[in-house]
Structure formats: structure tokens, C-alpha cells
């Protein structure tokens, strides 16, 4: 068990950490804390069968000042609304450090997606957003694919607001199809955002990527494409891990030959070029870089002292505790937070929204310029505000963007 019992208590704790530093009231605390606003919604879904069911879906905004919300949609079982503060709030801090015009945002529906046809993802995913239309909007909050959706849940969002709004807005959401008004390099974004800044820490620690390896937890829509552009630049990827197997192979995994194998079968388990270990021994693979790029909550008091690397890379949200962090602090693993390591869909995401809003679109050699000069210039600020200040790189993230928000708060005259 972790030491902390839910994501929105790591969240609140790493703000006291920024609020602590910046010498900011428990009035301005309390305000940055707590969302703006929340929704919560049932939606009846009638199965391809006949029969009835009802799914309960959430929609928070935690913070506008900066600008209209943003954020993610996740169907998973393991949906609540606790859940979906937390993420909504690491949301905020990761566009105010971004320097994104955007607030904080975050969604989601408790449904397993994978126990339902394409049909009934599209009737809940139709009702849902019909619930969120007064909330939602390319100047409101936009939303964008998470864990369990993609771009086809986009789509469906996109043309059931265009449809009550009585005309195509193709800024509502951002992960859309390219053919729908979608950007180019959006699908890989978030990957190659992890990637930059991977090679950027690598750099910080002396490490080359030919002479570096890899772990990447999570084979989804994340991790897959930052163990396929890690093996790309060079790093030998050891073990990678999805929800039904973890593989392992130290002389590197062919990331291509293990693409293929995943897109035949749906899962790397059994893939004839690794063998499979135990889910609990990935984190013990003495490595070099960590590649966290599931779900949160996975590095906790009982896996940190497990691991043997020098570079943890944070490709998802949250996935480490507080606790755990005071513990590979001690044992001198620099940890990359997630608000900048895993930045890049967000800032494709605001790409997308300009082109859509403005009806002009970018090469995918264009997007991919801008997302790593975006990328390398948050990495040399937060690292030389860490370096300033003596703060871990978590510290000095969430203090910068935490200090965006206040100062956005004040000049907004929200707190006089």
C-alpha cells in the first residue's frame, strides 16, 4: 500500500510544497486546491443486447484563470472523482509551466471500454457529451483523448457538440482524426515530449543513448511510442510491461519486431524475442531511465527502494508518491515530473486548437519543430530554477507553474 491513499492527496501535497516555498497564505492555498468547478453526470447506455445500464461520468475544471480548461476524457473502471481532481489539477500546473493559455481540466466516465462494442462506445460517448455541452466549448474547455479513448471518442464528441451547436466547431476537442481538423504529430506527441526531455536529463547526468537502457512500464498510446523513439535514438530498451504480461530481454528488445507482434495480437505477452519476468521485478531491472507510462500511483514506499537507475522519466500522471520521492531523493535517482516530462500532448493539443481556430495547418515537420523547442525551453527553466533555489525538479515545477496561477489570480483581480 502506498502511504498516501489517493492520487488528490499526492496532488495537495505537492502544492503545500510550492505554497510553503512561495510564502503564500492558506487563503491562496485553499483557492488553488479547490476546482472551480465540477459535474457529475449519469449516463444510461443501452447494450447492443437490449438491456439497460447506467454509467456515472465526471467533468472538472479546476482552474480558468489563465484561460479556457483542458483536459483529458478517461473511461476506465477505475474512474471516481477524486481521481479526476487530481488529474485536473496536475492539468493546471502543467499548462501554467508550459506557459499554455489554458486552465486545468479533466474527464471521465467508470466503464471498462474494452467491454464494449464500437456501437455502445458511441452511444455513451454521444450522451456524455450532451450532458457536458453547457460546460464545454473551443473557448470554454476543450477536451482531448486519455486512457480508453482516442481519436474516433474525438470525433464523436466533436459532431455531437457541432450538431447541437448547429454548425462543424472543430476547436471543441483536440486528438481529433487529421481528416477532421486534427494536427499532424498529435497521436505521437506525448511521446516525443517524454523522449526530448529523456535525452535532455540524459545529457544533465553525462549519460549517452547509445550506451544507456531503458524501462518503459505501460505499452498503451504513451509508452509504446516512447519505447519505440528511445530505441530510435539509440537507448537498449530492456523491459517494457503492459496490463496483461511484462517481458524482458537484456541484450534490448526489437521495439519494431515488438510493434508488429502488438498490433497482431493486443498484448506483448508471449512476443518470442523477450522472456516474461513477474510484473513485480520490472522495477529491479538495474537500468539507467525509467519510463513510468501507465496509470498513477505505481512508485510507491515498497517499489522505490527496488530501483537501480539513475533517471526517472514520468510519462504518466502521478505515477509517483511523495514518499516515494523523499526516498529516491536519498538515493540520488533524478526524477523528471510529469507535468514536464509528459507535456508534449498538451502542447500539440494548443497547436491543434490555434490551426483549428484559425483554419491553417502545419506540417508534421512543423509541429514537431515547435513541440521540441517548446519542450527544451521548459527543461532549462524549471532545471535552472531547481538549480537556483536547491529544489528538486518536482519542487521547482510545480513552484513556477503554481506561481503562474496566483500571479494570473491576482491580476484577474480574483484575489485581491
Request: hydrophobic share 40%.
Amino acid at each position: 500500500m502506498s502511504s498516501t491513499p489517493h492520487p488528490l492527496d499526492d496532488a495537495r501535497t505537492q502544492l503545500a510544497e510550492a505554497i510553503q516555498f512561495l510564502g503564500f497564505d492558506d487563503g491562496m492555498r485553499r483557492m488553488l486546491e479547490t476546482a472551480r468547478k465540477e459535474v457529475t453526470v449519469a449516463i444510461p447506455l443501452r447494450r447492443d443486447d437490449g438491456t439497460m445500464e447506467l454509467h456515472i461520468g465526471h467533468r472538472v475544471q479546476h482552474n480558468i484563470s489563465r484561460g479556457p480548461a483542458k483536459g483529458g476524457i478517461r473511461y476506465s473502471p477505475n474512474v471516481d472523482l477524486n481521481e479526476v481532481r487530481a488529474l485536473a489539477m496536475w492539468m493546471t500546473w502543467k499548462c501554467a509551466l508550459l506557459d499554455l493559455p489554458y486552465g486545468g481540466a479533466k474527464g471521465g466516465v467508470q466503464v471498462d471500454p474494452l467491454a464494449l462494442s464500437t456501437r455502445e462506445l458511441e452511444r455513451l460517448t454521444r450522451r456524455y457529451t450532451s450532458e457536458l455541452i453547457p460546460l464545454i466549448g473551443p473557448g470554454k474547455d476543450i477536451p482531448a483523448p486519455d486512457m480508453g479513448t482516442d481519436e474516433q471518442t474525438m470525433a464523436w464528441m466533436m459532431d455531437t457538440y457541432s450538431v447541437a451547436m448547429g454548425h462543424t466547431v472543430l476547436g471543441t476537442v483536440t486528438g481529433k482524426p487529421v481528416n477532421l481538423g486534427g494536427s499532424q504529430g498529435r497521436a505521437a506527441a506525448t511521446s516525443r515530449g517524454i523522449v526530448y526531455t529523456t535525452l535532455n536529463a540524459m545529457e544533465s547526468v553525462g549519460l549517452k543513448p547509445s550506451q544507456t537502457t531503458a524501462i518503459v512500464q505501460g505499452f498503451g498510446k504513451v509508452g509504446r511510442g516512447a519505447a519505440r523513439f528511445l530505441h530510435e535514438a539509440g537507448v537498449k530498451v530492456l523491459a517494457v510491461a503492459d496490463v496483461y504480461s511484462t517481458i524482458r530481454n537484456d541484450k534490448g528488445i526489437d521495439i519494431p519486431a515488438l510493434e508488429a507482434f502488438v498490433d497482431e495480437t493486443g498484448t506483448v505477452k508471449g512476443f518470442p524475442g523477450a522472456d516474461p519476468i513477474p510484473p513485480s521485478e520490472l522495477f529491479a531491472i538495474p537500468c539507467d531511465v525509467v519510463v513510468p507510462a501507465a496509470i498513477e500511483g505505481v512508485i510507491t514506499e515498497q517499489t522505490a527502494p527496488m530501483i537501480d537507475a539513475k533517471l526517472i522519466v514520468e510519462g504518466a500522471n502521478g505515477p509517483t508518491t511523495p514518499t516515494a520521492d523523499a526516498i529516491l531523493e536519498d538515493k540520488g535517482i533524478l526524477v523528471v515530473p510529469d507535468i514536464l516530462a509528459n507535456a508534449g500532448g498538451v502542447i500539440v493539443s494548443y497547436f491543434e486548437w490555434v490551426q483549428a481556430n484559425q483554419s491553417y495547418w502545419w506540417t508534421e515537420n512543423e509541429v514537431n519543430e515547435r513541440l521540441r523547442a517548446r519542450m527544451d525551453r521548459a527543461w532549462d527553466e524549471v532545471t535552472a530554477f531547481s538549480r537556483d533555489h536547491g529544489l528538486s525538479l518536482r519542487t521547482a515545477a510545480t513552484t513556477m507553474a503554481v506561481k503562474r496561477v496566483a500571479e494570473a489570480h491576482v491580476s484577474r483581480g480574483l484575489y485581491p
